[in-house]
């Protein structure tokens, strides 16, 4: 068996080729020295990736905090809470002069209400949704509410499971949430499941309204009745203060569909319009337009009730099911 004398082999790090049979101590620095080259040029190049990394890091990290701190459109600071920049300077909200208007501490208002004791009309607009009118899958409901001046003082939204809303179609139950322009929910609504025909008395439908959410203000329940639909409102102890009549036929045609709203003695007091979209809108999409009017010194809490009946109209004559148009005469 031959043994090899170990300080005459080339050490691993010698990259320059130098053989060691004469010199074995000379052979062993250069290879150390060409092995330091190589962990020098390997450690130079991780290092300066490593620092342009962190300079596309920095660079990427201020323009992500330009674009964060740019200012929010003025239409959209109503409705958005405030950039970082303005909440670095102490600011929560953007507060318009709009909104410093809005009577505040008002008795026997619940919060988040005070507005609507200034205003005798609201407007709901729907919004339409893309995926529903193409492919005809129900989506959750979502509607802006806006004052005489086109100005949004609410947002609402509907919140259920996918299989209810498939499932149920028109009849569906859900929550409404209505939301301030604080992202703060000032009114919630609940529909049970129920069924609107007159061939079901017993069944009919009903929706509960609470301002702020858990304490009841009133309800809406429809009455029995064969040719045309007719409510009854409810506050908050249960007793009938106004009623809800509706015309014989709900079809939309080219024209407004209006619900009076009349006190016990039968004087109209207000009403509830389903208003005309367009004829696309109205053919392809079940996003409606909603006008309410009710008296200027109404209790705020009937307003909001009122508000809630409209959610209630539209589920059950003006919401389709598969983009099928469902409204027909009468309540059958």
């Known amino acids: 068996m031959s043994t090899e004398n170990p300080a005459s082999c080339v050490s691993t790090l010698d990259l320059s080729g130098a053989e060691a049979r004469g010199h074995p101590e000379e052979s062993n620095s250069r290879g150390v020295k060409s092995g330091s080259k190589v962990l020098r040029f390997i450690w130079h190049s991780l290092y300066t990736q490593y620092n342009q990394i962190c300079s596309r890091s920095q660079t990427l990290r201020q323009l992500v905090c330009r674009e964060a701190n740019k200012p929010l459109p003025k239409k959209l600071r109503h409705t958005i809470r405030l950039n970082k920049s303005a909440k670095r300077k102490g600011y929560e909200y953007y507060v318009s002069d709009e909104d410093r208007s809005i009577p505040t501490g008002i008795p026997n208002c619940p919060r988040g209400l005070e507005y609507l004791t200034t205003i005798d009309q609201l407007l709901v607009k729907q919004k339409v949704e893309l995926l529903e009118a193409f492919t005809g899958f129900e989506t959750n409901n979502k509607f802006t509410i806006k004052n005489a001046l086109g100005q949004k003082v609410y947002f609402a939204a509907e919140d259920n499971d996918c299989c209810t809303r498939n499932c149920c179609g028109p009849a569906r ?35 509960e309204v609470s301002a702020p959410p858990g304490n009841v203000i009133g309800s809406i329940e429809q009455e029995w009745s064969i040719c045309s639909p007719s409510f009854r409102i409810l506050n908050h102890v249960g007793d009938t203060v106004m009623r ?28 509830i319009s389903k208003q005309w979209s367009g004829l696309a809108r109205e053919i392809f999409t079940d996003a409606d337009f909603f006008g309410i009017n009710f008296p200027l010194d109404l209790d705020v809490r009937m307003k909001a009730v009122l508000l809630g009946a409209t959610f209630l109209i539209d589920a059950m004559f003006f919401e389709k099911a598969g983009n099928r148009e469902t409204d027909g005469p009468g309540m059958l």
């Open 173 to 207: 139950p859900f929550d409404m949430r209505v939301f301030d322009n604080f992202q703060q929910e000032v009114i919630h609504m609940h529909r049970p499941l129920a069924c609107s025909s007159c061939l079901f008395p017993c069944c009919l439908q009903s929706i």
């Open 244 to 271: 809800i009549e509706g015309p014989f036929c709900t079809f939309s045609l080219c024209g407004d569909v209006e619900f009076n709203v009349v006190s016990l003695t039968g004087e109209k007091i207000g009403k």
